[in-house]
């Protein structure tokens, strides 16, 4: 293996842990909010976990499975949380800290599964090329 491959598949294993601690922070977060910390009076505890929380349970197989289409709509996914925490800050300004929590967790995770996709597709292309070239010489 060349210094560049390592260096390559170093910076995917970070981009891939970025994404998944904001994930599992996300999930956690939000199970705390909906469970303890700001709890519905309006709407069974599970109702609300299956239609905040559920969203997040579809992409978990692919982000564990380094899937480079996962971590692409993955990162549209974690935009309405960026948007739900904010309001979270907004709407309960006693308890901003969780809101801002969840934002933060948000932005972690697109961070993560933007810098997965892209870093993943610039090797892809690279790689390509090198085998065109090769090709071409033989």
């Not at 977060?29 to 976990?49: E, G, K, Y």
């Amino acid at each position: 293996m060349t210094d560049n491959t390592i260096e390559t598949q170093r910076k995917l294993r970070l981009s891939q842990n970025l994404a998944l601690i904001g994930y599992f922070s996300l999930l956690i977060i939000l199970m705390a909010n909906i469970i303890w910390i700001i709890p519905s009076r309006h709407f069974p505890t599970a109702l609300v976990i299956l239609i905040i929380a559920g969203p997040l349970m579809f992409p978990l197989k692919g982000l564990l499975n380094s899937d480079l289409y996962t971590y692409q709509w993955s990162s549209f996914l974690s935009l309405p949380y960026f948007a739900h925490g904010i309001s979270e800050m907004s709407a309960y300004p006693e308890i901003w800290i969780a809101g801002l929590v969840e934002a933060l967790a948000s932005v972690v995770m697109y961070l993560g599964c933007v810098m997965y996709a892209q870093i993943f597709k610039k090797e892809y292309k690279k790689n390509l090329k090198k085998k065109e070239e090769e090709q071409k010489k033989s």
